[in-house]
């Protein structure tokens, strides 16, 4: 879960409904930062399900004493793990082992641990008529657009005030750095500007809004999300090196 206290309410938006307005980020992205066309598809439904294994968590999450539940960085690493394992192998399943290998890498990250071997093993599968230098290559281009579109939402979504650097690479592998920082309570810069469109807006995720003071009705609220709906409104806007 996302959860966010602003102007007297709580924000709650559920990982995977973040997952998909990742991927309307992404899909405005440059080509030169995406992986090549034939392998677009899957890139895309890899950013949209990168969370899909914290669906089943979220039917009954861990909750804090108000009866909110725990914000997604509270939660412990032990279930962190597990359902990133859902979510890669479910990845693999559906819709092949290179949205799975790009998926695993933005675990690896996140989670700060070794798995390299099981990036490896996907990529080989992903791409076996490669060497291992352009498979590596390959899973760093899709890696690093899915981190910065997830990052981008989370950004918005959560609250994040600190200012980021990022690296997308480019088709000729080359990585070019850019920066996000908040700019209002739903509002992010970006510098320099990697998409295809002047300035994105209505980018929405839809939630749950419960007034503080309420924090108990929360799981009650999320079981019957249309009771309570919250839709939230992201804007992405190009930002200037001196800002």
Request: charged share 25%.
């Amino acid at each position: 879960m996302i959860v966010r206290a602003i102007k007297g309410m709580h924000a709650i938006v559920r990982q995977p409904e973040h997952a998909r307005q990742s991927a309307v980020i992404a899909a405005h992205l440059d080509p030169a930062f995406l992986p090549p066309p034939q392998e677009q598809r899957e890139f895309l439904l890899a950013v949209r399900d990168h969370d899909d294994g914290w669906a089943e968590w979220e039917t009954n999450p861990h909750t804090a004493p108000s009866g909110l539940p725990l914000d997604f960085p509270d939660i412990d690493k032990r279930d962190h793990a597990e359902n990133w394992r859902r979510t890669i192998y479910g990845a693999l399943f559906r819709h092949g082992p290179a949205a799975a290998a790009w998926i695993a890498r933005h675990a690896d990250e996140l989670m700060e641990s070794d798995n390299r071997d099981t990036v490896d093993a996907l990529a080989a599968r992903a791409w076996p008529g490669l060497n291992a230098a352009d498979r590596a290559a390959r899973v760093s281009r899709g890696f690093r657009a899915l981190r910065f579109a997830d990052a981008l939402s989370l950004m918005a979504l959560d609250g994040w005030s600190k200012r980021l650097a990022f690296d997308l690479d480019d088709a000729g592998g080359n990585a070019v750095p850019h920066e996000a920082w908040r700019d209002g309570p739903w509002s992010i810069r970006v510098w320099p500007w990697p998409f295809v469109l002047p300035r994105l807006t209505r980018i929405h995720a839809d939630g749950v809004c419960v007034s503080s003071g309420s924090e108990g009705y929360a799981l009650a609220l999320l079981k019957t999300p249309r009771e309570a709906a919250m839709r939230i409104q992201v804007e992405i806007l190009p930002g200037g090196p001196s800002a």
